[in-house]
């Protein structure tokens, strides 16, 4: 049961992380079909963005009542059913339309699952799973491509996508009866920091158990520590997608394909670098995971900034920041109920989850706004405080929570 449990939830991160990449991959088309300016794209970000921020923390909630097996499932059928209409959308009101239940759906099952996974599963299987995130977001500009090249047309890869997430709906549903058989697993142990609170071993919320406000969570010592932290390191990670090609072009006169093709290797180094933390994760632990994560983002955005002839410092800088942001988002979800007690959990994850989403969502057009003041030059120095940020906040919590157990 565990394992078979397991494999679902595998599959269901590689489709969740599907839709991701296609409004970036298939806008330049869409945005003549509709016939509406190019920064509308911006538009339905922010509708999604704000539709995930209010599922991820009313996630805990949800999950309380319902278990987080049916609030997957149906979290699921929502994006889903926002793909279909996607896919028929004819006009850019519509488009936005179905952004709300999208950004619902996707809201409620990051924060549903990333929780779930942190209970039950190894600090190993919470990185991989992550990288399998990242393998669907790799493969849906691949989709809009096909589907563009072979006459589908943008609504097409939109339709593809959409069946995927029906299908894996099915399966969600079909295993409901596992997720309650699986909830009486013990959670392995988050690696070195295992013991690190008193009450990690309580159990954790289930359906029916009492409701943990919003204003309760946020009382409870640590938590505006690790906001701060995720919040950085998402606002790293999105400003490094958005603008590390533009960055090396413009002001490193990096050759364009040359650059953009290094800025992928951003998210691919994630990837890749997610897949191989999984090998240490259990035995180096959580606190190492973050710690060694930022620090390596802080030396390869260093090495960005270094003004040498050559740019081959600078590529391997944007790769090792890649490499370094792997393990920290999947190692601050894992540490969670080690953390703050396995009961508070889940109210905690959603509440990252919405830090996690205003990080992505605001510090790209604030660097934006930064960068036509005083230049793209600044790139590294925005990461580095975005790092010095992050690494203080979990520092300060890491001493906080062992102090709570001396």
Same mark, same amino acid.
């Given at each position: 049961?565990?394992?078979l449990?397991?494999a679902?939830?595998y599959?269901?991160?590689?489709?969740?992380g599907l839709p991701?990449?296609l409004l970036g991959?298939g806008?330049?088309v869409?945005?003549e079909?509709?016939?509406?300016?190019?920064?509308?794209a911006g538009i339905?970000t922010?509708?999604i963005a704000s539709?995930t921020v209010l599922?991820?923390?009313?996630?805990e909630?949800?999950?309380?009542r319902f278990?987080?097996g049916?609030v997957?499932a149906v979290?699921?059928?929502?994006?889903?059913a926002?793909?279909?209409?996607?896919s028929?959308s004819?006009e850019?009101?519509m488009?936005?339309?179905?952004?709300?239940?999208?950004?619902?759906?996707?809201?409620a099952?990051?924060?549903?699952?990333?929780?779930?996974?942190?209970l039950?599963?190894?600090?190993?299987?919470?990185n991989?799973?992550?990288s399998f995130?990242?393998?669907?977001a790799s493969?849906?500009?691949?989709?809009m491509?096909?589907a563009?090249?072979?006459?589908l047309g943008?609504s097409g890869?939109?339709?593809?996508?959409g069946v995927?997430?029906?299908i894996l709906?099915f399966?969600?549903?079909?295993?409901l009866?596992?997720?309650?058989?699986?909830?009486?697993?013990?959670a392995?142990a988050?690696?070195?920091d295992?013991?690190?609170?008193?009450?990690a071993?309580e159990?954790?919320?289930g359906?029916?158990s =009492?409701h943990?406000s919003?204003?309760? *969570?946020l009382?409870?010592? $640590?938590?505006?520590l690790i906001?701060?932290? #995720?919040? %950085?390191?998402?606002?790293?990670?999105?400003?490094?997608?958005l603008?590390?090609?533009?960055y090396?072009?413009?002001?490193?006169?990096v050759d364009p394909a040359?650059?953009a093709?290094f800025?992928s290797?951003f998210?691919?180094?994630?990837?890749a670098?997610?897949f191989?933390?999984?090998f240490?994760?259990d035995?180096v632990?959580?606190?190492q995971?973050i710690?060694?994560?930022?620090v390596?983002?802080?030396?390869?955005?260093?090495?960005?900034a270094?003004?040498?002839e050559?740019?081959v410092?600078?590529l391997?800088?944007l790769?090792m920041?890649?490499?370094?942001s792997a393990p920290?988002?999947?190692?601050?979800?894992?540490?969670?109920?080690v953390?703050f007690?396995?009961?508070n959990?889940? =109210?905690?994850?959603?509440?990252?989850? *919405?830090a996690a989403y205003? $990080?992505?969502?605001?510090?790209?057009?604030? #660097?934006g %706004?930064?960068?036509?003041?005083a230049g793209?030059?600044?790139?590294?120095?925005?990461?580095l405080?975005?790092?010095a940020?992050g690494?203080?906040?979990s520092?300060?919590l890491?001493?906080?929570v062992?102090?709570?157990?001396v």
């Amino acid at each position: 049961m565990y394992s078979l449990l397991l494999a679902i939830i595998y599959i269901a991160f590689v489709s969740l992380g599907l839709p991701d990449s296609l409004l970036g991959a298939g806008w330049p088309v869409m945005q003549e079909s509709l016939d509406v300016p190019v920064g509308f794209a911006g538009i339905v970000t922010m509708i999604i963005a704000s539709g995930t921020v209010l599922s991820s923390l009313a996630s805990e909630r949800l999950t309380r009542r319902f278990g987080a097996g049916l609030v997957t499932a149906v979290s699921v059928a929502m994006t889903a059913a926002a793909l279909f209409g996607f896919s028929t959308s004819g006009e850019f009101w519509m488009l936005c339309l179905w952004a709300i239940p999208y950004g619902l759906g996707a809201g409620a099952v990051d924060a549903a699952l990333n929780n779930y996974v942190a209970l039950h599963y190894a600090a190993r299987h919470m990185n991989w799973l992550h990288s399998f995130w990242g393998v669907g977001a790799s493969i849906s500009p691949f989709i809009m491509s096909y589907a563009i090249t072979s006459g589908l047309g943008w609504s097409g890869a939109y339709l593809i996508v959409g069946v995927t997430q029906s299908i894996l709906t099915f399966v969600l549903l079909v295993s409901l009866p596992l997720w309650g058989k699986v909830n009486t697993v013990v959670a392995p142990a988050a690696a070195p920091d295992a013991d690190a609170v008193p009450d990690a071993a309580e159990a954790p919320a289930g359906k029916g158990s =009492a409701h943990v406000s919003l204003a309760t *969570a946020l009382r409870i010592p $640590g938590v505006r520590l690790i906001l701060a932290a #995720f919040f %950085a390191y998402c606002a790293l990670e999105s400003t490094s997608i958005l603008w590390a090609s533009t960055y090396l072009a413009e002001e490193r006169a990096v050759d364009p394909a040359t650059a953009a093709a290094f800025g992928s290797l951003f998210l691919l180094g994630i990837t890749a670098g997610r897949f191989l933390a999984g090998f240490v994760a259990d035995r180096v632990g959580d606190r190492q995971l973050i710690r060694g994560g930022f620090v390596a983002v802080g030396v390869g955005a260093l090495m960005l900034a270094l003004p040498l002839e050559t740019n081959v410092v600078a590529l391997a800088g944007l790769v090792m920041a890649g490499l370094g942001s792997a393990p920290i988002y999947p190692a601050i979800i894992h540490s969670t109920p080690v953390n703050f007690g396995r009961r508070n959990s889940q =109210a905690i994850i959603g509440i990252q989850m *919405a830090a996690a989403y205003a $990080g992505s969502t605001l510090a790209p057009p604030l #660097f934006g %706004a930064l960068s036509a003041w005083a230049g793209l030059w600044i790139l590294p120095l925005f990461l580095l405080v975005l790092v010095a940020l992050g690494l203080a906040m979990s520092e300060r919590l890491n001493r906080m929570v062992t102090r709570r157990t001396v």
